[in-house]
């Protein structure tokens, strides 16, 4: 099993200038700091909430409830190429304006106009007031007065985020180099997608640590590969080409993603007959003619797939065989965390097409599945503080980036709130 080289420096760790000593998770076990994080993190960053696809046609929206931020948001499309977020909140009575059988249940559909289930105001595509029952019951009333209210909303490569606060910087800045380096990828061909939706008994960026390393995969998920193939990663462990820290976001570029494998008898005869399993499709479309310059940094013939943590919570992987997927890792409590995996690829031809996606889809299901127990083991284990300080190793770069950046964000918002009084 190969070892790639390391910066210049010996370490990437060093390489970027990170503290090397041991860590402390005290982070992801207090109730209190969580609720720092909801304030300085959660109200205060662009949070991706899915992309332009799922709303096809004028009058198409869907609802998102951001438990660590305390708001649902309805996404709708108001125009052909204009995309609004108001916060789902009648301006009446404070009725939740759009949901269905079960009121805390995230919903899609397609509307003319978004009317309240309790008193039936009713409001345009744009949010204003447009209709109010026995308007002339109202004190000195105008419904200008009463729209919807917005949440700041920006598109990205067909990516929609959205924003609480008002005086944020504008998603282009805050994205940074990390958005130069994959404009232009035909992320819009990607269209047929299969969704999966867990509840973790585990701190949000936990989970996020286990996808920023590799150290973890040989032995964890060791049963994903036929009895030898296991050995074999055991024995010499499994090393990223490349990390790379820009601002609070990150990227980890891995190998072994060239398909099909070498020995066809190191994978399950499942996916030898289907030509699909946990790196993809064998096969991949031809829809991407050259890969933007940020991908495969290494340049490297086995590139595999490169991860781009965009801070806080949502991660993009790309991968060489032409097929992407998505995470996001939305807290409920300091130690609950709803993970959300999407896989994007191009439509099926065929039903053959479409078995080998759903091998995909069902082989990183299961491979989430190992990491979200586990972690739900080492949030228990956490918080009894037996152990306080933990050593990480050079691979584990990005897991000290992430809790460092997190800490950063609580400590700045801290202080800014100490002199605002």
């Known amino acids: 099993m190969p070892h790639f080289p390391k910066p210049a420096e010996g ?32 109200r205060r960053t662009w949070l991706n909430l899915g992309r332009i696809e799922q709303l096809k046609r004028v009058g198409s929206y869907f609802t998102k409830e951001i438990a660590a931020a305390g708001a649902s948001v309805v996404v709708v499309r108001a125009g052909a190429d204009e995309y609004r977020a108001f916060y789902n909140i009648c301006r009446h009575r404070g009725n939740k304006l759009v949901w269905q059988d079960f009121p805390n249940e995230e919903v899609s559909g397609s509307c003319r106009a978004f009317t309240c289930k309790y008193h039936g105001w009713e409001y345009n595509l744009e949010g204003d007031l447009q209709f109010v029952q026995q308007e002339e019951e109202f004190f000195d009333f105008d419904k200008a007065d009463w729209p919807l209210r917005s949440v700041r909303l920006e598109v990205w490569e067909g990516w929609i985020f959205v924003n609480f606060d008002d005086d944020a910087a504008p998603l282009t800045d805050y994205l940074g180099t990390m958005l130069r380096k994959l404009e232009g990828y035909p992320f819009h061909e990607f269209s047929q997608v299969y969704k999966y939706r867990a509840e973790v008994g585990s701190n949000w960026k936990l989970f996020i640590d286990a996808f920023t390393e590799f150290y973890h995969a040989p032995i964890l998920h060791g049963r994903q590969a036929v009895e030898e193939e296991s050995r ?28 099909p494998p070498k020995d066809e008898s190191m994978v399950k005869p499942i996916e030898r007959k289907l030509r699909a399993g946990l790196f993809g499709p064998w096969d991949s479309p031809d829809v991407v003619p050259e890969l933007p310059s940020g991908l495969n940094p290494a340049h490297h013939r086995a ?3 490169d991860s781009f943590l965009f801070f806080p919570n949502f991660m993009i992987l790309i991968w060489e065989r032409q097929w992407i997927l998505t995470y996001h890792y939305w807290p409920t409590s300091h130690n609950t965390h709803i993970f959300e995996g999407t896989a994007y690829f191009v439509p099926p031809k065929n039903g053959r097409e479409r078995l080998t996606q759903e091998l995909s889809m069902v082989t990183f299901v299961e491979y989430a599945l190992q990491d979200a127990n586990t972690l739900e083991a080492t949030q228990t284990m956490l918080e009894t503080q037996a152990i306080t300080e933990f050593p990480l190793c050079d691979q584990e770069i990005l897991l000290r980036h992430l809790h460092a950046t997190a800490r950063q964000y609580v400590a700045d918002y801290a202080n800014t709130k100490a002199g605002a009084k």
């Open 303 to 305: 590139w595999g797939e």
């Open 11 to 42: 370490t990437w760790t060093e390489h970027y200038g990170i503290d090397t000593k041991p860590v402390s998770y005290q982070d992801s076990i207090s109730p209190e700091h969580y609720e720092l994080e909801r304030d300085a993190i959660f």
């Open 232 to 259: 074999k990663l055991a024995g010499y462990g499994y090393e990223a080409l490349w990390y790379e820290v820009d601002g609070p976001h990150n990227v980890v570029s891995s190998w072994g993603g060239m398909s």
